[in-house]
């Protein structure tokens, strides 16, 4: 069975930095492609970052793009993702996703349980 | 405000057959295909239909969904009290999301 254990969500002040972990197990991690999603409280989805199978190509939203960094490692079965200069509307819950592929599109088919980020004062 | 629209919500009774639009444009959906997500009250979300149409081992075939040119459209036949959730469609291998659908089932 797949598993996605997220972890380090908590409350953070405005400019400060926060690094969140996800723990896979039941698959080959290093033969999936993974990423972040975030969903503010009470809003949608929001696609935050990716990262392929062999951690060498990363791929971020615009909202995100020079303030967070996705990273993987493979020998620890664990993906991270290191969130600085945090504002406000960073504030989510925070999920860890396993990508598919199909033909030349990709899914996310598998989600952890979420962890929650707040930036507050 | 996404940029696929969504409807913010939709209902029906049960047994009944309810569909969620989800519409883009030809930049987006016209040219990418389009993945569908359940998501029941304080879960996580969930894979329904991936690649406009497939759906995954595991979810029933009364979830079925179809795109015509820039949208898309989520069937779900034979309604039932546990299909009442949020859905999302997806685009552009899910970087995009939609608004979300608050499915009630009445």
């Known amino acids: 069975e797949v598993q996605l254990l997220e972890s380090g969500g908590a409350l953070v002040q405005p400019g400060g930095s926060l690094r969140l972990s996800c723990a896979a197990s039941g698959f080959t991690f290093s033969s999936y492609a993974l990423g972040w999603v975030r969903q503010a409280p009470g809003k949608g989805l929001e696609w935050v970052s990716a990262?392929?199978?062999?951690?060498?190509?990363?791929y971020y939203a615009d909202s995100v793009k020079g303030r967070f960094t996705i990273s993987r490692d493979n020998s620890k079965n664990t993906l991270s993702l290191q969130m600085n200069s945090l504002r406000a509307d960073d504030t989510a819950v925070y999920y860890c996703?396993?990508?598919?592929?199909?033909?030349?599109?990709?899914?996310?088919?598998?989600w952890g349980q979420g962890t929650l980020v707040t930036v507050s004062s | 405000q996404s940029v696929l629209t969504q409807p913010p919500s939709a209902s029906g009774t049960p047994g009944q057959r309810v569909t969620i639009s989800c519409s883009g444009s030809n930049s987006n959906i016209g040219t990418s295909t389009v993945n569908w997500y359940q998501q029941l009250p304080g879960a996580a979300p969930k894979l329904l239909i991936y690649s406009n149409n497939q759906r995954p081992s595991g979810v029933p075939d009364r979830f079925s969904a179809s795109k015509s040119g820039s949208s898309v459209s989520l069937a779900i036949s034979g309604l039932q009290s546990e299909d009442e959730a949020d859905y999302y469609c997806a685009t552009w291998d899910d970087t995009l999301f939609g608004g979300g659908t608050k499915l009630t089932v009445l």
């Open positions: 990262i392929n199978d062999r951690g060498g190509d990363t």
């Open positions: 996703t396993r990508r598919s592929q199909y033909y030349n599109s990709w899914y996310t088919d598998s």
